[in-house]
């Protein structure tokens, strides 16, 4: 299956360390355009401007979770359908659940490897292309 | 000896009795009588903690270890843990500075080979650029040495504080052992998960969470995802 590599993706986490972590293994498998954001609340305006074909984000944030931010997108008529991977070191059943629940198309706890997000985003657009 | 014990009945009486006949002077000065006996009570057990307190410091003596940790080493346990906050910072941009260089110099020998006449000359200084970047990123883990050091050092201050606060219930004839258990109620955790709660790094955090990013996805195909 062929993944348009010219997407927009939006990498949201707080710590800049693991946004260029993130960044460079998305590089490494192709993908070129990347903007970023330290916090849920900082992504949320980014992401109404409907720029973006792709979420990655983390779950625990100072201001807006990911999980919030994932609900916020969820729950918006225009942004519903955007493709939304959540990487976090938060690994109860319950949590994985929940943002099962709030609609996450993949999940990785951290910490992770490239194979396993290279696995995940082939996964998840996969399943973009079955739905179209 | 209660509060209760000590409000006079007669004058309690005669309030409600002045209320009732729209007494409103008279009913003032009651409550204000009635609140005076309580402030002074109140005023006397305050006193009565601080000369325990006192007392309690006295009893240990200056030299105490709980003294002495809340002195010397609680100042310092937030500086040494911020030091390893900042380096384990620097290690890991000096790292991926290093790393960044050196896939671009991957990119940079690719691009050069090929081209066919490809000269030793060329090749050289970008592998010895690519060899330096290697370098670094040896040297930035350097911070594990210092981080672990301080570390160590923190967990020592820790347990000693923990032994210090044990004595100290002890000699004040509280039983360690009898303290509750914390309840956790399930409203406060939902919100703890809610909001995120990091690594869970301790025995009891571990409870109900995922080994691996395996079970994840077992638990993520049950679910169609």
């Known amino acids: 299956m062929q993944i348009n590599r010219d997407m927009n993706i939006l990498v949201v986490d707080d710590f800049s360390t693991m946004r260029r972590i993130v960044k460079n293994l998305l590089k490494e498998l192709g993908f070129s355009k990347f903007d970023e954001a330290d916090d849920g609340a900082t992504a949320w305006p980014m992401v109404q401007s409907g720029k973006y074909d792709f979420i990655v984000s983390d779950w625990n944030m100072p201001q807006m979770t990911g999980i919030d931010l994932l609900r916020r997108v969820r729950a918006d008529e225009n942004l519903k359908n955007t493709p939304f991977l959540l990487i976090t070191a938060e690994a109860k059943r319950s949590q994985i659940l929940e943002a099962a629940q709030a609609g996450v198309d993949g999940y990785i706890v951290k910490p992770f490897t490239a194979a396993t997000l290279n696995e995940k985003i082939q996964k998840i657009f996969a399943r973009v292309a079955e739905r179209q | ?225």
């Open chain 2, 1 to 225: 000896m209660t509060f209760a014990t000590k409000i006079d009945k007669d004058k309690v009486q005669a309030l409600l009795l002045a209320i009732e006949n729209d007494q409103g002077d008279e009913a003032a000065q009651l409550v204000d009588e009635l609140t005076k006996i309580r402030e002074t009570e109140l005023h006397e057990q305050l006193k009565q903690l601080t000369r325990n307190l006192h007392q309690t410091l006295d009893d240990l003596g200056e030299d105490t270890p709980i003294l002495l940790h809340a002195k010397h080493d609680l100042p310092d346990i937030a500086e040494r843990l911020q030091y390893v906050v900042d380096e384990t910072n620097n290690a890991s941009n000096n790292t991926l500075n290093s790393a960044e260089n050196a896939l671009g110099l991957l990119e940079q020998l690719e691009t050069l080979s090929s081209d066919e006449d490809l000269s030793q000359e060329q090749v050289k200084p970008v592998l010895e650029k690519i060899n330096h970047e290697l370098t670094n990123i040896m040297l930035a883990q350097s911070f594990q040495d210092l981080t672990g050091q301080v570390l160590n050092r923190v967990i020592l201050i820790m347990t000693a504080l923990e032994d210090s606060l044990k004595d100290l219930i002890a000699r004040s004839k509280h039983e360690y052992e009898s303290i509750p258990e914390r309840v956790e109620n399930e409203l406060d955790q939902k919100a703890q998960e809610e909001k995120g709660m990091g690594p869970n790094v301790t025995q009891k955090s571990k409870l109900d969470t995922v080994e691996s990013q395996a079970d994840v996805d077992d638990l993520l195909d049950d679910l169609g995802i």
